[in-house]
């Protein structure tokens, strides 16, 4: 990374310890020390996760649950409680946000932070990934790891040098160094059949695949070429990406007395594409799907919705969407009781960015 051009970024990776096995030995004393794999005991079961007790007996998570037992005869299998999962996941995430909008999730027990600018104006981010792991700890009951870097690379590789229960940081000072004298196999983004071409041509550390030129890297590793390049020398440039997926920011509104005609009702919708304006542009988000919901007094409802394909730039822009789209259940077949008003395909404060710089197309599709 070029210091000069670029502010050294602060990236927290955050991995629970253990997670679906620690939340079972959490709700249930009699788990608490002993080897535990979460996951169906059944002959083609796998282990989902494994307690510390059993990761010593070499259980791990995708393993056959077969296999597992072999290896450990008094291991005690429990079925998977996805939905506590979730919401320890959530409550997770919830701490994280009091840090930093931007927040990738990986799965349920690990994310990304960007914290070089936080919501607690906090300069060292050691001390947010102390402070982190210690909101988890007292609001789950759950131990938490953590790296510290200047990209998500480094900071993934950072949060299991001190795993269980424990926190790595890796400066840009050390960052090139560390990687040299890693086994390529341990990195992330290098699984067993990358690693093992990695082996037969001759790369078994960060250093040895250091020495390959960017077109050695490209023409063996396709895409993932410039990522190799990148990681052998401490650089990572990807951002972290806020979750994108299944959101959508709406509003509505029920009439005191029922809506006829079609001036009125569009009207009321300038107040909820208001609304929904602002809580973007609190959240830096934005959005291409206008949905238009229309419920009768009947409580029938009708939908219609409209993508473009950039998002929207203003309240203006999403209520010509939206008025367009109410003109074409007009005329109602009822009175309306109701209107909402809801934006979907969220995009997040990049891309948003990026949007503005270009012509608004506004092509349906
Ligand atoms: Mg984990």
Redesign the pocket.
Known sequence: MDALSSPVRKIIHV?????YASVEQRDNPELRGKPLAVGGAAARGVVAAASYEARKFGIRSAMPSVTAARKCPDLIFVAPRFDVYRAVSQQIREIFAQYTPVIEPLSL??AYLDVTENLKDMPIATEIALEIRSKIKAETGLNASAGISYNKFLAKMASDLNKPNGQAVITPKNGPAFVEQLAVKTFHGVGPATAEKMHRLGIETGSDLKAKSMQFLVEHFGKSGPYFHGIARGVDDRPVRPDRVRKSVGAEDTFAVDIGDLPRAIDELRPLAEKVWSHCEAKGIRGKTVTVKVKYCDFTQVTRSKTVALAHAGVEDILEVANGLLAGVHPFKRPVRLLGLTLSSLTGEEDADDVEQQPRLGLGF
Do not use: H, K, Q
């Open positions: 991995d629970m310890d253990a997670f027990d690990e």
